[in-house]
């Protein structure tokens, strides 16, 4: 045989082995349309054990339309979505549509694979299968698909009613076509811009009475979500158990671990989220969905801080802004670089944070979403705390309750509540902290979830007169507040403070030491220290905290050494954070020479010393 004469193949048994993969390619492309038919065509009929290579081959030499070849790519997606090969599967839909007979059939299978380009995040991809769908106006759900695909490729920052007017009309007409799931995603994606942009009252009972009208299970993460999205304190409640359900289940699809955590951080419970969050970043991250993960990675970072693990946070912050930027993500770099502000007004780095939060003020005006102008005014919030200075965090503060302020969102007030008093009562404003209880408590009713609740407690504390503090500090204490460090810490420092102002000094030290600890832990040095100087005052003296040698790494640093400490490769560890090889072996060369260290071994003592969440 010439070809294996002159070394370009090679046959082994019933192997073919190509000396090159471009000889391969030469020889496809040398050939002409009825000898490449002929030759797939005896691959489909050779090819037994599997399955969907025999298929390709089987299409490969099919003109024309072919219905029941057709159904077997559909059947052939299906299996690659459930592996999460998103891309193969939109390939796969595009054959299928060349085989389908039907102009309805062709547009459906085109309208499904634009809406996995759209999840994908690839929006010119999408335009070019929906610009192929050839649609009609006999196809009524057709519209509300398109409008779908659409709206799933871009962030529901702007604050536009008129968007989410047009999501009620599309829920409602695929709805009316019996595409009960497609109306449920619109609702959902209207009522995140709901939040998202703070929308009105009137809008907001439109989509609940719209959301009533599908008469979906209660279980529904969809449905669970509406609710929290539209009315975040009035359904805290009831919401945090039906999450608490379905909490510690498995999710194959990252898109319902990912509701199920986004819903869990709007309305406050923080410590379900974080693991939806982290169950849905790790499947996206290996489907290489890198947008929605840059999206995930923020939230989970917020679930994270309030639950205790700022160096998780750190690092979730650090990878979504650099995701986001990656995937011109602009509304989840301004959303991350607020994260990465907050976390650093709260360990004692108020320049730093004031940094942060006005490279991520001039992101959030730009996409106009009242959401990131809220979160950067609690960023900025505690960092004044923080630094000492209760009147300025009273007036950061003050505009996320301030109708008229562009940082006005009533679905996130509720995230300020013990920040909002505590800077209140300290800078001479108890009246306004009062009234923003009173409103907490009476739209809560009757069972807030339990980090309001305790977040209730601890500002009625503050404001409570001497006879009735105590009873106020005890009960925010409570079992509740183990799940929040930071807020369990500050209830400590307070209440100690409070006992030696009784003249209480001995009993005000076991509280102040807690707090001192939890604050080690979190490496919240500026309350740290008020926790010590509190006990200097009652008569015991501290230690400084001392530094640990993994804190002099950044985010980014630390992820590489605590995926190298697994025993993952250069090349496995750069796979794992979309890096390049030799970036990472450039940040282990870094990582050495901070720690003081020669090579890998050295790496598992220097992270040892990292604490669990604390608590």
Not at 343 to 358: F, I, K, N, T
Not at 551 to 561: D, G, R, S
Request: glycine content about 6%; overall charge neutral; proline content about 5%.
């Amino acid at each position: 045989m010439p070809a294996v004469a002159a070394k370009l193949i090679e046959i082994n048994g019933t192997e073919v082995r190509f000396r090159h993969p471009l000889v391969r390619s030469a020889m496809h492309q040398a050939a002409d349309l009825a000898t490449r038919q002929r030759i797939h065509a005896a691959l489909a009929a050779t090819i037994q054990d599997q399955l969907d290579r025999r298929l390709w081959h089987r299409a490969a030499a099919t003109i024309g339309p072919d219905d029941e070849l057709a159904r077997e790519y559909d059947r052939m997606a299906a299996r690659a979505l459930r592996r999460g090969a998103v891309a193969m599967a939109i390939e796969i839909l595009e054959n299928a549509a060349r085989l389908s007979s039907t102009a309805r059939a062709k547009s459906d299978r085109l309208l499904r694979a634009a809406e996995l380009a759209a999840d994908l995040g690839q929006p010119e991809l999408m335009e070019r299968l929906l610009r192929q769908a050839d649609t009609d106006e006999s196809d009524r759900l057709a519209p509300a698909r398109i409008a779908w695909c659409r709206e799933i490729s871009q962030p529901p920052a702007v604050h536009d009613p008129a968007k989410i007017l047009a999501l009620i009309g599309f829920a409602i007409d695929a709805h009316a076509a019996g595409a009960t799931d497609l109306a449920a995603n619109l609702l959902w994606r209207a009522a995140q811009r709901f939040w998202w942009g703070d929308a009105s009252d009137e809008l907001c009972a439109k989509l609940l009475a719209a959301a009533d009208r599908l008469e979906l299970p209660e279980a529904d993460p969809r449905l669970i979500a509406i609710f929290a999205y539209l009315e975040p304190l009035r359904r805290g409640g009831d919401l945090y158990f039906k999450l608490q359900t379905l909490a510690g289940t498995g999710h194959a699809d990252p898109s319902v671990a990912r509701i199920l955590g986004s819903t869990s951080n709007v309305i406050g419970t923080f410590d379900i989220s974080a693991n939806f969050l982290a169950e849905s970043s790790a499947a996206l991250r290996a489907q290489g969905r890198l947008s929605d993960l840059a999206r995930v990675l923020f939230a989970q970072g917020w679930a994270e801080t309030e639950v205790g693990d700022w160096t998780a946070a750190l690092r979730e912050a650090e990878e979504s802004a650099r995701l986001a930027e990656e995937t011109g993500g602009l509304p989840w770099v301004a959303a991350a670089t607020i994260l990465k502000a907050k976390l650093a007004g709260m360990r004692g780095e108020p320049e730093q944070s004031e940094a942060y939060a006005a490279q991520a003020e001039a992101l959030a005006l730009s996409v106009g979403a009242s959401f990131l102008l809220a979160m950067l005014q609690l960023a900025r919030g505690i960092s004044a705390i923080g630094a000492g200075r209760h009147w300025e965090a009273f007036e950061h503060l003050r505009r996320l309750f301030a109708p008229a302020d562009p940082a006005f969102n009533a679905g996130l007030q509720f995230f300020g509540v013990a920040d909002f008093v505590e800077a209140a009562v300290f800078s001479g404003h108890p009246e306004a902290a009062a009234g923003v209880i009173d409103e907490m408590e009476r739209v809560s009713a009757p069972m807030p979830v339990p980090w309001v609740g305790t977040m209730l407690q601890y500002g009625k504390a503050l404001l409570a007169a001497p006879d009735k503090a105590e009873q106020y500090f005890l009960q925010g204490l409570g079992p509740a507040a183990k799940k929040w460090p930071f807020l369990r810490g500050r209830l400590l420092l307070a209440y100690g403070g409070w006992l030696r102002r009784q003249r209480r000094s001995a009993n005000a030290r076991a509280p102040l030491r807690e707090a001192r600890d939890i604050f080690d832990a979190l490496g919240a040095s500026p309350w740290g220290d008020r926790a010590r100087e509190e006990l200097r005052a009652s008569g015991e003296t501290s230690r400084r905290r001392t530094e640990q040698a993994w804190e002099k790494l950044t985010p980014q640093e630390l992820h590489i050494a605590q995926l190298a400490v697994e025993g993952l490769s250069n090349k496995e560890i750069g796979a794992k954070l979309y890096l390049s090889h030799r970036t990472v072996g450039y940040h282990l060369h870094r990582i050495f020479s901070k720690a003081g260290i020669t090579s890998r071994a050295g790496l598992r003592p220097l992270l040892t010393s990292i604490s669990p969440p604390a608590s």
